[in-house]
């Protein structure tokens, strides 16, 4: 058991050097005035948040914290709905980022024996480029594959003996659909783990990938603004550990924003502890989750605090008539509803007035033979639901090749 007392006083101290550092750019100047550090763990609550719309705000310098001289490299979000977040990195950055991502890594069995194959988008995005660092700092074998046509990647895979993949959940659905259509037997592959990141999704489809491809799959979170891959479920407790000595993780009632305790459902919050050139001071970062446990017993897992793993966000709620829907936990009961009989892919169409149509769900069956599973899902839905989706069967090609990080679930129409 980790001493308490020590880690709460380890926390403030390191709290309190990130606020130092925060307070050299123009963002926390402004937001900070009365803020100039805190006495307890207590007096965390006393600072304000950090949005994505401060960060918006003060695009593109606004969060820079050191001279743009000493910057060697940045990260964005896409932007897709407004400007986008940066985040700024100096060598002591990278290096800092990559021994404490490298740890998750190694938690998750990669050692300079590894050979990892990452199918994520490299770039401004900067869950791929940081995490192959890390990687690569553990002496292993990266290929850094990006967003290639699932050809390509199961060529690469067979090619150089790959025993690991990262990808997104949708990904790894994509890419089994792809081995089936193509009589390529899984057991020519040398798979032994998968890390599925990137998206929110329930533990009935973790389970399924582990399945499909029979490999331990791992989750593993991060984003942009503060770093990636900082909480990662590890292979030992099953918990999602937070790397906390590199950053510290709040969980928040999502109206009132004030801190929850063990095992209550909110905002998780971030705060980064070892950033110079973009630290960032009580993130929202819009995700669900709660703490399990504040210091984890777990031997072999780095960092005491244990999360529950994300499985929603605030900001991608479905409200239809006053009922609440999640997109991915819609899309992982349809898939375990309709099992092999259907492609893995799907688009949740919905209007933007909800009382003008029902919202549809399009989806691509394997055979003609099987649309009468459509009218089944659909009382299956409206039962665990409430709501009376359309459900419509089209060709495969409607969803078109997987040419992006992300596969795009919802669609909204006027």
Known sequence: MKNKKDKQLSTVKSLNRAIKIALRSKLYQEKFRSTRGISTLLDVEKIPFTTKKDLRDWYPYGNLAVDFANVIEMHMTSGTTGKPTLSFYTRGDLEAGSKAIAKAWKNFGIDSKSRVQFMM???????????????????????????????????????????????????????????????????????????????????????????????????????????????????????????DEYVYPEVVDLTSGKVLGEGRIGELVLTSLNKEASPIIRYRTGDVSSVRTYFSDCKNC???????????????????????????????????????????RIRIRVNEDPFRDHPKILLSLKSESDRSILEKLQNHLKERTGVNFLIEAVPYSYFGDFDSTKDKIVEYVK
Not at 177 to 193: A, E, F, G, M
Not at 303 to 326: M, P
Not at 333 to 343: N, P, T, W
């Open 121 to 243: 988008g490299y770039g401004l995005f900067s869950g791929a480029p940081l995490n192959t660092y890390a990687i690569q700092s553990l002496g292993a074998f990266v290929l850094p594959a990006g967003i290639q046509p699932a050809a390509k990647q199961i060529q690469l895979l067979r090619d150089f003996d790959i025993d690991t993949i990262a990808a997104t959940p949708s990904y790894y659905l994509y890419l089994y659909d792809y081995l089936v259509q193509n009589n390529i037997s899984i057991k020519s592959l040398k798979l032994k783990r998968g890390i599925a990141a990137g998206e929110v999704y329930s533990d009935e489809l973790k389970n399924k990938i582990a399945s499909l491809f029979s490999i331990k799959i791992y989750d593993h979170y991060g984003l942009c603004e503060v770093n990636t891959g900082i909480i990662y479920e590890c292979k030992d407790c099953d918990g999602m550990a937070v790397l």
């Open 302 to 344: 780095y960092g005491s605090t244990i999360l529950e793993r994300v499985k929603a966000r605030c900001d991608s709620t479905i409200f239809y008539k006053g009922i609440k829907l999640e997109p991915f936990e819609l899309r992982d009961m349809i898939i375990s509803f309709v099992g092999d009989k259907m492609h893995s």
